[in-house]
């Protein structure tokens, strides 16, 4: 098993129409970074006419958004009334509301652009891994349903029944949710931008940035793109273009492991309604299958880190202990990823400079709020009006001790993936 070979990046069919920057354009609004929040933004703003250019300094989808569970959520990680306390009653409130539509606006862009991402919208189910798990998902159940999601709380032997697994006391289902193959769908956002209009442009490193007067000079690859609005959208795989500050995060790492497909005959047994997974425990994991059958587990930690041996062992042992039948299936690929942990669990809005926005920090909920905050960022920029973000825009972020703060939730993930025999229990 090649670890950091991601499943994703073997089994998407979308494909870019890219090539490297080699110069002398002027465009409305340059992107930067061909995540799911970049890639949104440049489709939103050729659809609207406007001239774009994202430049990517891999290829698109390589960070994060490549990397993904392929969750397609409503809302944040937090529940609702903890949004209203963090961001306030009323950027609480039309937070809670944009993200609310986030995977109708994900599945419809897939609809619209014909994005082939292997789309399930069959809901998320979100387990409750002990007692104290359901307490939680009870309250959670309480508040959503008061703010007008469509949840329901589902007693354990439905969620044997809908899983296939053991362990589990229950879970919330939202009817709302799904999956994506989350690189085949960051890819078909570029190729319906660059069908738009938009110019896409791999492997194109941002080396500086300057603003002269009413105009955003870029370097990039070594040549010059003039814009007159910038979007950074780098999220947590920034790469220290001069210029405009860098995204100030917690870097979180978060693994994955894919086994080869199930046998037929487990295949009706394992997520027969396909919903995805994820649980309620502090060192949080997921699962969920592909159109092709094959289970993929994740959880907090970086496998392709120091702790390799531990993870890999923990992941071995949660599928023994969830899917006794599964306990010999090879994992036939491993990988990680980086999530931008913010210390409220809140993206941030921030303007740096005059036209100019930077968008990161959605604490592991990436394909629904980047989507959204994409599309609201090209019409803020192409239009000057905030009113479109779903959040009020900041001068500046800080985030104190981040590296500390990484440190410790890795050793906590290697920790727990130490103690844990039976995940779930």
């Keep these: 098993m090649n670890q950091d070979r991601t499943l994703w990046r073997d089994t998407a069919r979308e ?21 799911f929040t970049g890639c949104a933004a440049a489709l939103e703003a050729a659809r609207r006419g406007a001239s774009v250019a994202l430049l990517e ?16 959520n409503a809302g944040l990680w937090l529940p609702p009334d903890t949004v209203l306390a963090a961001a306030g009653p009323e950027a609480g409130a039309r937070l809670l509301d944009a993200l609310a539509q986030g995977p109708a606006t994900v599945f419809d862009l897939i609809a619209r652009e014909g994005i082939d991402c ?19 998902l009870r309250e959670r159940l309480r508040q959503g349903n008061r703010h007008g999601a469509p949840l329901q ?21 939202d009817p709302r949710a799904g999956t994506v193959q989350p690189l085949a769908y960051a890819r078909g956002l570029a190729r319906a931008a660059a069908a738009a209009g938009a110019r896409i442009h791999e492997a194109t ?7 002269d007067g009413d105009v955003w000079t870029i370097e990039a690859a070594g040549h010059s793109l003039r814009a007159a609005a910038v979007l950074l959208a780098t999220n947590a795989y920034h790469r220290g273009a001069h210029g405009l500050p860098a995204p100030q995060f917690v870097p979180v790492g978060f693994s994955q492991f894919a086994t080869a497909p199930l046998p037929e005959a487990l295949r009706a047994l394992v997520l027969p309604g396909g919903e995805g997974c994820w649980d309620t425990a502090a060192v949080m994991s997921s699962f969920r299958t592909d159109c092709a059958g094959r289970l993929i587990l994740g959880g907090i930690g970086d496998v392709a880190g120091p702790a390799s041996p531990v993870h890999a062992g923990w992941a071995r042992r949660k599928l023994r ?29 921030v303007a740096p400079a005059p036209r100019a926005l930077a968008i ?14 994409g599309t609201a960022a090209a019409r803020t920029l192409l239009s000057g009006d905030p009113a479109h973000l779903p959040l009020p825009v900041t001068d500046a972020h800080a985030e104190r001790l981040a590296g500390l ?10 920790a727990m993936h130490l103690i844990q025999p039976r995940p779930f229990a």
């Design 118 to 136: 292997e789309a399930t919208r069959a809901g998320t189910l979100h387990l409750a891994h002990a007692p104290s798990g359901l307490r939680d």
């Design 360 to 373: 990161h920090g959605y604490s592991g909920r990436g394909i629904a709020p980047g989507t959204v905050f």
């Design 405 to 414: 703060r990484r440190a410790g939730i890795e050793a906590g993930a290697v």
């Design 205 to 211: 490193p941002v080396e500086n940035i300057r603003h």
């Design 321 to 349: 202990a969830v899917y006794p039948d599964l306990a010999d299936l090879p994992f036939e690929h491993a990988w990680s990823g980086r999530i931008a942990m913010t210390g409220d669990h809140l993206p941030k809005v």
């Design 57 to 72: 300094a891999g290829r698109v989808g390589d960070g994060g958004s490549g990397r993904n569970v392929g969750l397609v």
């Design 15 to 35: 494909r870019v129409p890219a090539r490297p920057f080699d110069g002398g354009a002027t465009v409305d609004l340059a992107v930067i970074g061909g995540g």
């Design 153 to 173: 709380l589902l007693d354990a032997a439905e969620i044997a029944r809908r899983t296939g697994g053991t362990g589990f006391h229950g879970a919330l289902f």
